[in-house]
């Protein structure tokens, strides 16, 4: 596994990491998710990435990444990355959500208790809040580390003007804006327009999400739709979504994979990571032998012309659908 430096922090994190959002809850299987994290760490992905709500039910992904860090990863610790955050719905009242001081300070304890953890190494604001005032959220992170309670501090979907004052605002409070952690894909490819320009001009690392569009662009519905994926349960990712036309367009991405000696999901991965500002491509995963597959992305990073237009090509013609 090769690994990036995160922006100009001193971090190197791994071009692939792996996230619990989906498939680490409490209705999942245990020993798949042991089966999992373990081969992961074992393949030389160093860094897990949860947030409060993850499950279902929230809360859960993190119970269950604790009980395996007990059973198996406790003496790895230094050799671990473990990021969470704080900005979506987590529990009733007015102060499960957002941006405000109150919640992050409490949603962290809470995390870190669930896991099982003294510190995370990374605590993120997971979304801009416009109701709270931009110097709250940012001071409450830097008390979060001055605590010692995060060791790197990072925000999530953040449009690039408020990502530029929140990061002037954590270099001032001696508590640098470690990562930006963005959606970004093959069809979603938002951060190109200002996002990565601020993140290069800071020297801010990206970790990007979803980079797999949530399974779209894998094998998993070239032909139809498996009843054991995430678009048969219907609510991250709808079933509407898979249209005829839609998977016409996927096999054409296929075959270029195929020309390049990659699975879709690989020329998804290497496609992201062919992005310069990209440090790590955050995938996730229903079963070991996907996350042994992404990780063979890293293997060819490289796109020639020609490639890169057919892509667009394809990808033009998805964004009509
Ligand atoms: P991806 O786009 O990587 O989609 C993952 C899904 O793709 C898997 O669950 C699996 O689908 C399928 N898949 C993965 N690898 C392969 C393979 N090699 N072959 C075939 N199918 C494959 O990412 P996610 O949407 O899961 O997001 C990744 C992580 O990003 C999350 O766990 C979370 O940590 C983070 N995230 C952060 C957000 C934020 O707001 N900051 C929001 C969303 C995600 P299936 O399960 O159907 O088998």
Redesign the pocket.
Known sequence: MPYKRCGRSGLLLPRISL?????FGGVDSLENARTMIRGAFDRGITHF?LANNYGPPAGSAESTFGQIFKQDLVPYRDELIISS?AGYDMWPGPYGEWGSRKYLIASLDQSLKRMGLEYVDIFYS?RFDPDTPLEETMGALSSIVQQGKALYVGI??YPPEQTKKAIELLRKAGTPCLIH?P?Y?MLNRWIEDGLTQVLDEEGVGCIV???????LL???YLSDIPSD??ASRNHFLKTERITNELQQQLRALNDIAGNRGQ?L?QMALSWVLHNPTVTSA?????RLE?II??IASVENEQFDDQELRAIDAIVAQIQTL
């Open positions: 996230g619990l959002w989906h498939n990435d955050k997971h999530s979907s952690q959606s894909s999400f979803s980079p797999l569009a949530q399974g894998t094998n998993r994926s995430r699975s999901a955050l995938i996730g995963a229903s996907q597959d992404c």
